[in-house]
């Protein structure tokens, strides 16, 4: 997967229910990702609608791996983040990257702090995506679910543009894909092997959800990284591999999210912008 992940944490009280709140926003630093996200990638700008071709330029894949550049992204994601996100309240970033050379130096302003993992390497974990879960899962059960009460996962190719606050919380929360969400269900990306774990019928489902997002309770996170993991293990009996945004899209549908983000929580600044969009809360930078 690509990025690097951060979580936030939050300690103090919400006055709609005067109780402490913990938040937390999850990234990960790694400097490869599989071919097939390329691929998919590629082909999703190929399918852009024609009215957007002179608003769209395709990024050079080769530019997206330079630790310099990752640094650069992962700066101005925290950046944006402390500006932004979850105003008021105590934030924790928790990053796990592979090379601790590889991250910038982070100056975060009051409530905010952050923590810093080393991924562990497992010769079983041959793909990153499946490392980078495991990696996860390990610290959400050893570490997290007792430090916060929500979890964000996001990409950190992405900044901040306004607030993000209380109203993005639930016990599970899933962000609309921004260019899938002006398309018919027949035509998401969904999984149509019938073989695989993430398999969704060609007459099913109701949105297709992005992976620059993914939130809810620590345990609601836990449950959806097992069965991704699960997935992905019972995929490879038949010589199967599906994404990660395959297989949170399979669970989404069988397990419907609390929380769901429009896409003005993920808008693509190269997209002609519709007038649904109204308020731009974080810009998607692939």
């Not at 105003?87 to 970033?93: E, S, T």
């Not at 996962?153 to 969400?181: D, P």
């Not at 035509?187 to 992976?211: L, N, Q, W």
Request: aromatic share 16%; charged share 25%.
């Amino acid at each position: 997967m690509l990025g690097f992940y951060t979580k936030a944490s939050k300690h103090s009280r919400m006055m709609m229910e005067n109780r402490d709140l913990n938040a937390l926003t999850f990234f990960q630093l790694s400097r490869s990702t599989d071919q097939i996200l390329r691929a998919r990638t590629k082909d999703h700008l190929q399918k852009m609608y024609a009215c957007w071709k002179d608003h769209l330029e395709e990024p050079q894949l080769s530019t997206w791996f330079n630790p310099n550049l990752t640094r650069g992204s992962l700066r101005r994601f925290i950046k944006s983040a402390d500006k932004y996100f979850l105003v008021g309240y105590n934030v924790i970033f928790y990053i796990l990257a592979d090379s601790m050379y590889n991250l910038p130096y982070l100056e975060l302003g009051p409530l905010r702090t952050f923590k810093v993992w080393r991924l562990f390497e497992e010769d079983m974990y041959q793909d990153c995506n499946l490392r980078n879960m495991a990696n996860m899962q390990s610290k959400i059960i050893h570490h997290i679910q007792y430090e916060v009460n929500f979890l964000f996962m996001m990409s950190v190719n992405q900044i901040f543009k306004n607030n993000f606050g209380v109203e993005t919380l639930g016990r599970s929360v899933a962000q609309l894909h921004t260019w899938w969400y002006f398309k018919k269900p027949r035509d998401f990306p969904y999984e149509r092997r019938t073989k695989s774990t993430a398999f969704i019928p060609f007459e099913e489902g109701d949105f297709y959800y992005h992976r620059a997002i993914v939130g809810g309770t620590p345990l609601d996170i836990l449950d959806l990284i097992e069965q991704y993991i699960k997935g992905i293990i019972d995929d490879s009996t038949n010589k199967l591999y599906s994404t990660f945004e395959s297989h949170l899209n399979k669970y989404f549908f069988i397990n419907k999210p609390a929380r769901v983000l429009s896409p003005e929580y993920n808008w693509n600044p190269k997209f002609k912008t519709p007038p649904e969009i109204k308020h731009i809360k974080i810009a998607w930078h692939p």
